[in-house]
């Protein structure tokens, strides 16, 4: 049997049955369930949460699957969220063909649901945040050809509620679908997309790679998976689609047409964009007989983690690739795990470290500020990257700052031509704080012995506090 979302729960649960809790009460789609989520988030706690019931819906839900690293770690069969990151990256290397399969094996058609039965309401989409404009589907991989190959493209985007069987259609200016859609209305075509709901995580890591040109998602995610993506030809458009999702929404995008889409709470946990945008309208819906609906968390840690686990292998790739002394990659929370980008290498060569700073940029257009350290910082441990750099940063030297640069136009201070407007650009910042190289002498770094270090196991030297042995002890 192939791998899934079911799959995967089942290994989660068996593994860390602690990360996942159960609500059995029916629940509001309409802001109760993300304020339950929002609640664990104040306490620093991030399970996978089921819902059982919700209101409105004969689908149970789950959320919040991609809050932690090390429940990625998991699907991806890594030990840790370094091993992940080198582990993506190296898998990203060697795609695996799809799998096409009969749709009577797909579990994905046990429903067909076409015309006017294909009903978005029986869905239990959420309304996320308090401003948002509406309900929206946001879990969801979208599935594209390009016009001139038929290459499949795949992506998630936001998708408002705004009919029955109309989904809007945001994607950011810097995403390769919106180079896709652009295409087929500058020849007055419409574009056919499929939106596959709840699967085995490798598949939403796998669509938010970095990849260097249009397409390639789909066979990342079968090297992800470490097998074939299984797919199924879909009822209403010429696309193939992911046959163990949970729940497939296929439709088209008409060119020229637009609706008021937004606001919608985003990744830098700010409310934005509206106004006029894309819409899907919906031609089918297919599902299993007893299908799982998954939401992300938006504009809070999911939304955040889940994005970045995957473009942490894109960016040591491609990093790796222009500058090969690269050692890690992180895009830490700081920084809403989009905007501040972390990198540690190994200099061998002056100049590296904004060679590498620019690999970063073109990879991950909503990169704003990329500080490069030497490979003894662990850019996994923020406080050791702001300690290098200010002691081995100086702005008159180390800073480079370049203006104008396309980037993420949901980060609230970007702008647009004329700096007064709103806009896609943004100003991105280079802080090399690299040591020089010889012959330059830098201060050593006051500390033990690097081979007294190795000798040190603190299991052999440490033991609890016992207060009826050891209190005498430390207050004689």
């Not at 629940?27 to 304020?35: H, I, L, Q, R």
């Not at 664990?40 to 839900?61: A, T, Y």
């Not at 309304?127 to 998630?156: F, Q, W």
């Not at 889409?261 to 985003?266: C, M, Q, R």
Request: aromatic share 8%.
């Amino acid at each position: 049997m192939g791998k899934d979302l079911r799959t995967y729960l089942q290994e989660l649960t068996q593994k860390y049955p602690d990360e996942v809790v159960v609500v059995d009460r029916e629940v509001d789609p309409k802001f109760e369930v993300s304020a339950v989520v929002e609640k664990f988030e104040e306490q620093e706690k991030f399970p996978l949460v089921f819902f059982k019931k919700v209101k409105g819906s004969e689908i149970p839900l789950i959320i919040n699957l991609g809050a932690s690293y090390n429940r990625l770690a998991l699907a991806m069969g890594s030990a840790s969220v370094e091993q992940m990151e080198k582990n993506l990256a190296q898998m990203e290397r060697a795609p695996v063909s799809l799998c096409e399969i009969p749709p009577q094996k797909a579990p994905v058609k046990e429903v067909v649901l076409k015309g006017e039965k294909a009903d978005l309401d029986l869905l239990p989409i959420l309304t996320h945040n308090e401003l948002d404009g509406g309900p929206y589907v946001n879990a969801a991989t979208l599935i594209c050809k390009e016009r001139k190959t038929a290459s499949y493209n795949m992506g998630i985007y936001r998708h408002q509620k705004q009919g029955k069987r109309q989904l809007g259609l945001m994607i950011n200016p810097a995403n390769h679908a919106s180079y896709v859609r652009a295409e087929y209305e500058e020849h007055n075509e419409t574009m056919e997309v499929a939106l596959a709901i709840g699967h085995h995580p490798a598949l939403i890591l796998s669509a938010v790679t970095k990849q260097p040109g249009i397409g390639g998602e789909l066979e990342v995610a079968g090297a992800f998976l470490q097998e074939p993506l299984e797919m199924v030809k879909a009822e209403t458009v010429d696309l193939l689609v992911p046959a163990r999702a949970e729940i497939i929404i296929e439709g088209t995008v008409s060119p020229h047409k637009r609706h008021h889409e937004g606001p919608f709470g985003e990744w830098p946990h700010y409310y934005f964009k509206e106004g006029e945008e894309p819409f899907i309208q919906v031609s089918a819906i297919t599902m299993r007989a007893k299908p799982i609906y998954q939401s992300i968390h938006s504009a809070h840690f999911e939304h955040n983690v889940i994005g970045a686990a995957s473009r942490l292998g894109s960016l040591y790739r491609r990093i790796n690739e222009a500058v090969p002394s690269v050692t890690a990659v992180n895009l830490p929370m700081s920084g809403a795990a989009r905007a501040h980008c972390y990198i540690s290498l190994k200099k061998r060569f002056e100049g590296e470290a904004k060679q590498a700073a620019l690999a970063a940029f073109i990879t991950e257009p909503s990169i704003k500020h990329v500080m490069v350290v030497d490979d003894d910082i662990n850019v996994f441990n923020e406080t050791q990257v702001l300690w290098a750099l200010a002691m081995r940063f100086q702005a008159d030297r180390d800073l480079v700052i370049l203006p104008n640069i396309l980037g993420s136009h949901l980060n609230p201070t970007s702008y647009g031509y004329n700096r007064m407007q709103k806009g896609s650009m943004e100003t991105k910042l280079i802080f090399d704080a690299t040591k020089p190289l010889p012959p330059y002498e830098f201060p050593r770094e006051a500390k033990a012995p690097a081979e007294i270090m190795k000798q040190i196991d603190l299991e052999q030297y440490v033991r609890a506090f016992e207060p009826a042995k050891d209190y005498e002890t430390i207050t004689a």
